[in-house]
């Protein structure tokens, strides 16, 4: 079962090696700016697998920062990170300061990965690395705009992005598809 699904993710790599040409270039070419205010260059998680996720503090979903804390805990030291950019574009459910998000996470989650400033991953704001990731693994029916909160993006050690997840997807039934990128590096 393993050998299947590295073969399926080695065939994911050589279709988009193959389209690469038409695209907006890797992940590493964007920037974006984190909760304290600092601006970082994705190319600074070159070489690791990165899970991507709108997150929200007062979501339906917002217990999945249990398990993105515990898939960031148990691979960090093999080469995984999370980044969490909160968004309050759907129903509102972000609506604190970055100070606030910040606490709140850290308090009732112990959130230990790097979060991001708020953003806007849909409409005219839309920042332009959420441009580049729905773009590069669309949604149901071929669909780019994110549906909800907590819609992740795997991206492997590369850059490519590789696959995007529903908001109603647990962050560890994910746990497969990470070890798997994670011993292709």
């Known amino acids: 079962m393993n050998l299947v699904r590295i073969a399926f993710i080695g065939l994911l790599i050589l279709m988009f090696t193959a389209q690469a040409g038409d695209k907006m270039g890797t992940f590493y070419a964007y920037k974006a700016t984190d909760i304290k205010g600092v601006e970082h260059s994705m190319s600074e998680y070159k070489g690791k697998v990165v899970l991507v996720v709108n997150v929200a503090s007062k979501c339906g979903f917002t217990p999945q920062y249990a398990g993105l804390q515990k898939l960031y805990e148990k691979y960090e030291k093999k080469g995984l990170v999370i980044l ?15 100070k606030e998000i910040q606490n709140f996470c850290k ?6 990965f790097p979060l991001f400033a708020k953003i806007e991953v849909n409409g005219n704001g839309t920042h332009p690395l ?3 990731l729905k773009k590069e693994a669309t949604g149901f029916l071929g669909t780019e ?9 795997l991206i492997d050690a590369k850059g490519n992005v590789l696959k995007r997840y529903a908001s109603i997807k647990d962050p560890m ?7 798997i990128l994670l011993d292709m590096r």
């Open 84 to 98: 969490g950019f909160p968004s309050n574009q759907f129903g509102k459910q972000e609506p604190g300061t970055h």
């Open 107 to 112: 308090v009732n989650y112990g959130v230990t």
């Open 130 to 132: 959420y441009v580049h």
């Open 145 to 153: 705009s994110i549906k909800w909160n907590f819609t992740k993006f």
């Open 173 to 179: 039934s994910l746990e497969e598809d990470i070890k």
